[in-house]
C-alpha cells in the first residue's frame, strides 16, 4: 500500500499555513549588569578612607560572586555579556583592593601624626619652668634644653634619627665675603636603608637664646644635600654667621620638614 506524498495545508483563502516555531528565550545578562554596577560603586567609595571597609568591601565580594556566575551563564550559552561579566569581576576585585590600601594608608598617617604631636608635647612639659604645668630639666647646659635630646661637647660622636654624627668643634673660616663659624660634621650610616642628608638640618643657638640657620659660605668644603646608603659617609662643613657673643653656643641637629622630634645637641665655649 502507498503513502500519499505530504502536502502543505492550506489556509481557507488558498495560502500555505506554517505553523511558528517554539519561541526564542531573551539572554539572562542580569547578573553581569549587576556586577559591573556593584564595582564601579565600589571603587567610588573605595578612596573614602575607612567608608570603604564597610561599604566598598561588601559590594565588591558580592560583585565578583555576580560576576563569576554571569560567567557560568556565558559559557551555557545563557547569557551574552562575556565582557561586561569581566569588566564586572575586575572592578569588584579593585573596590577591595582600594579600600584596604586607602584605610591603613590613612591609619598611618593619622599614627605618625599622633606620635609626633604626643612626643612634642611630652618634650615642651619637661622643658618648662616652676610655673606649675611642667619640671624643668635636671642638670639643664644650656636654655631649651628637652628631655629627649642627646647631649655632647665639641667633637663627640653621637647617634641621632638613626645616623652616626660627629660635629667638630666651632671655628671661624673666611672667605671674600666675611667671616663665618663652621663646624666639620661627619656622617656614618650603619643601618639598612639609605639616609638622607641636608645641611638645613641643622641650626645655632648662641648665647642669649637667639637661633640661626645655617648660611652659604661659598666654599667646595660645605655640607650639601644628598641620601647615604647603607655603610657610607660623608662630611662637610656647616656655617653660621659670627657674632660678638661669648659664651655657650649650642650646635643643634634636628630634622628638617620631619616627624621625628629627637635632637642631637653639642656644646661648644666660644
Not at 604631636?117 to 635636671?138: F, K, L, N, R, T
Amino acid at each position: 500500500m502507498s503513502v500519499p506524498p505530504a502536502t502543505n495545508q492550506q489556509s481557507p483563502g488558498g495560502y500555505p499555513q506554517y505553523n511558528p516555531g517554539p519561541p526564542q528565550n531573551s539572554p539572562k545578562n542580569g547578573l553581569g549588569i549587576a556586577a559591573l554596577v556593584l564595582g564601579l560603586v565600589g571603587i567610588a567609595l573605595a578612596f573614602i578612607p575607612f567608608v570603604g571597609l564597610f561599604l566598598s568591601i561588601p559590594l565588591g565580594l558580592i560583585g565578583a560572586v555576580l560576576a563569576i556566575f554571569g560567567l557560568v551563564r556565558v559559557s551555557k550559552g545563557v547569557a551574552t555579556n562575556k565582557v561586561m561579566s569581566i569588566f564586572g569581576l575586575v572592578t569588584s576585585i579593585l573596590a577591595i583592593v582600594i579600600a584596604i590600601t586607602s584605610s591603613v594608608a590613612t591609619g598611618a598617617f593619622i599614627g605618625a601624626v599622633a606620635e609626633s604631636v604626643e612626643s612634642g608635647s611630652s618634650s615642651d612639659g619637661a622643658a618648662m619652668d616652676e610655673q606649675g604645668e611642667g619640671s624643668a630639666v635636671e642638670n639643664e647646659q644650656f636654655p631649651g634644653q628637652q628631655e629627649s635630646d642627646i647631649v655632647g661637647q665639641a667633637g663627640d660622636t653621637l647617634e641621632a634619627r638613626g645616623v652616626v654624627v660627629t660635629a667638630g668643634a666651632l671655628e671661624e673660616e673666611s672667605d671674600d665675603f666675611g667671616t663665618y663659624l663652621c663646624s666639620n660634621v661627619k656622617y656614618e650610616n650603619n643601618g639598612d636603608e639609605r639616609l638622607s642628608y641636608n645641611t638645613m638640618d641643622w641650626s645655632l643657638q648662641e648665647p642669649g637664646g637667639n637661633i640661626q640657620m645655617t648660611t652659604i659660605m661659598g666654599g667646595d668644603e660645605e655640607l650639601s644635600a644628598g641620601e647615604l646608603a647603607p655603610g657610607g659617609s660623608t662630611e662637610g662643613l656647616v656655617c653660621f654667621e659670627t657674632t660678638d657673643a661669648t659664651g655657650t653656643h649650642v650646635l643643634l641637629f634636628e630634622g628638617f620638614l620631619s616627624l621625628d622630634t629627637s635632637r642631637a645637641v653639642w656644646i661648644n665655649e666660644l
